[in-house]
């Protein structure tokens, strides 16, 4: 069914949405790469674009989405898609002595992903059916991010859509 937008007077030609925050931009952005991923991969076309791409906009915008959180946790700023109660929320898992105990895992929380995004000095991806990172079906919605703490090693195993779903209180 077609929906005529005409009569809707803040929409002139395209409904382009103007009034979002950057924020939200990129959440929608990283939620549209994951959820897009399998889709984009199965044209062998589209695919060499994608995985030219896909691992690179990821990074960026997880790194970019969890500097301004933290910011905005550290200045005390709490909006709408950023409310206390969740920072304490589950969205992995952390190893914290991932050099000596990588058995030994706690609960990863919304604030402490944040953290761990920011400080990471390598990520890796969960790639489905993949041969080598050049060449795999779609991206999974978990990431390893790997780091160091007063020189112990520490591992995250991070649900991006499980930290997203918690930024903006149910996608």
Request: glycine share 4%; charged share 25%.
């Amino acid at each position: 069914m077609e929906f005529d937008t005409r009569g809707i007077p803040w929409i002139s030609g395209f409904p382009i949405h103007e009034t979002y925050s950057l924020l939200e931009q990129k959440v929608f952005h990283l939620i549209s790469i994951l959820n897009g991923s399998k889709e984009s991969n199965k044209s062998i076309i589209i695919k060499k674009l994608t995985l030219t791409y896909e691992i690179s906009e990821v990074s960026r915008l997880l790194l970019e989405i969890s500097i301004q959180v933290r910011n905005n946790i550290e200045l005390g700023i709490v909006s709408n898609y950023s409310s206390i109660h969740s920072l304490d929320s589950d969205v992995g898992l952390l190893f914290r002595d991932f050099g000596a105990n990588p058995q030994s895992s706690i609960v990863l929380s919304f604030r402490e992903a944040c953290n761990k995004i920011i400080h990471t000095k390598h990520i890796n991806f969960e790639l489905e059916n993949a041969k080598s990172l050049n060449d795999y079906e779609h991206l999974n919605s978990i990431v390893y991010l790997f780091g160091d703490f007063h020189e112990r090693e520490w591992k995250a195993e991070l649900n991006v859509k499980r930290f997203l779903e918690t930024l903006v209180g149910n996608l």
